[in-house]
């Protein structure tokens, strides 16, 4: 999930409209702008170290749907589940 705050103000700034978050994450340039992102903070990186495939999502992760634990650490089973189409897709070409 991206910074929200950061990220709208990304698209103010470089003349992305939006109505929604959902609205923001699934515009062609948000997705650009993250793929030249990863590739400047991997650029030392070997190629099974680099991230191939990403996908956004409209909202942080919260405690009161179980996807993080009281101490924020990612709940990967709950998050396997719930995004389970979205892990998928990222891994057919």
Same mark, same amino acid.
């Given at each position: 999930?991206?910074?929200?705050?950061?990220? &709208?103000? %990304?698209a103010? @700034?470089?003349?992305i409209?939006? =109505? @929604?978050?959902q609205e923001l994450?699934d515009?062609?340039?948000?997705?650009v %702008?993250?793929?030249?992102?990863?590739?400047?903070?991997?650029?030392?990186? =070997?190629?099974?170290?680099?991230i191939?495939?990403? =996908?956004?999502?409209?909202?942080?992760?919260?405690? &009161?749907?179980?996807?993080?634990?009281?101490?924020?650490?990612? &709940?990967?089973?709950?998050?396997?589940?719930? %995004?389970?189409d979205?892990?998928?897709?990222? %891994?057919?070409?």
């Amino acid at each position: 999930m991206p910074e929200f705050e950061a990220l &709208e103000g %990304y698209a103010k @700034s470089n003349s992305i409209s939006f =109505s @929604s978050r959902q609205e923001l994450v699934d515009h062609p340039d948000i997705g650009v %702008y993250h793929e030249k992102r990863i590739q400047m903070q991997s650029v030392n990186f =070997s190629g099974y170290e680099k991230i191939g495939k990403f =996908s956004l999502v409209s909202h942080e992760l919260t405690q &009161e749907v179980e996807e993080v634990t009281q101490t924020q650490k990612v &709940e990967r089973k709950v998050i396997d589940k719930k %995004y389970a189409d979205i892990i998928e897709a990222m %891994y057919k070409d």
